[in-house]
């Protein structure tokens, strides 16, 4: 059974402030990675994919990856309420579905 | 963007009944997938749709109750039949659009009652 573990939170950080999320995976054969935000009552947004071990930055989100460690993470720079949302990490083997763990709710408070 | 235009987007529904879900890419793609997300969690994978083919199912996830159609490489549906209210939850589908990732449709809000 493929799993994706992420701590549920809530995660609660003051405007301004760096939010570090998590997640581990169990199947080794994973190819790609992706964080998704979804906002109350909306469909998933993807808004990082990375492929490689390393760092991937686009604008204020940074996503980590290392494979060894078989693990995950995504840091939002300059938090702002409107991050507030929850935060779904999301692995797959190429062509495949996307396996989604649980999802860490994030509330920056202003 | 990618355009991937599902309906309904909402539906309250009597148990025993059925409802079938639409989902309509603005492109072709080879899988198109639905997923399950029950109150307050995560996503759960239905199947997998291929056109020509029939659909591959999750564990825990049956065609007599989630039949699938696959016409051509726009469009699938999925049909959640002999509803219950334990069916009560928001339907998805996705697919992989290449230079935009997985994306999704807007979702389908169900309600048995």
Redesign the interface.
């Known amino acids: 059974q493929k799993e994706v573990e992420q701590n549920s939170g809530p995660l609660s950080v003051p405007e301004g402030a760096i939010a570090s999320l998590n997640c581990t995976y169990s199947d080794r054969g994973s190819q790609s990675f992706f964080w998704y935000r979804q906002y109350s009552g909306k469909s998933p947004e993807l808004i990082m994919s990375i492929y490689s071990n390393g760092d991937k930055e686009d604008g204020r989100f940074t996503a980590q990856l290392n494979k060894a460690s078989q693990y995950v993470s995504l840091l939002i720079r300059d938090s702002q309420p409107s991050d507030s949302a929850t935060y779904l990490c999301a692995v797959n083997e190429a062509g495949t579905a996307l396996i989604f763990g649980k999802g860490t709710t994030l509330s920056v408070s202003s | 963007s990618a355009v991937i235009s599902q309906k309904p987007s909402r539906d309250i529904c009597q148990r025993g009944t059925s409802l079938t879900i639409q989902c309509q890419v603005d492109s072709q793609v080879t ?1 198109m ?1 639905w997923y399950r997300q029950q109150p307050g ?5 239905i199947a ?1 749709a291929n056109q020509g083919s029939e659909a591959t199912y999750e564990s825990g996830f049956v065609i007599d109750k989630f039949p699938i159609s696959r016409p051509n490489l726009t469009f699938s549906t999925l049909t959640v039949s002999n509803m219950s209210p334990e069916d009560s939850s928001i339907y ?1 589908c ?1 697919v ?1 659009r290449r230079n ?8 389908t809000r169900l309600t048995v009652v």
């Open positions: 899988m997938f969690q995560s996503l759960t994978l997998t998805l996705s992989d935009y990732g997985y994306t999704f449709g807007s979702g």
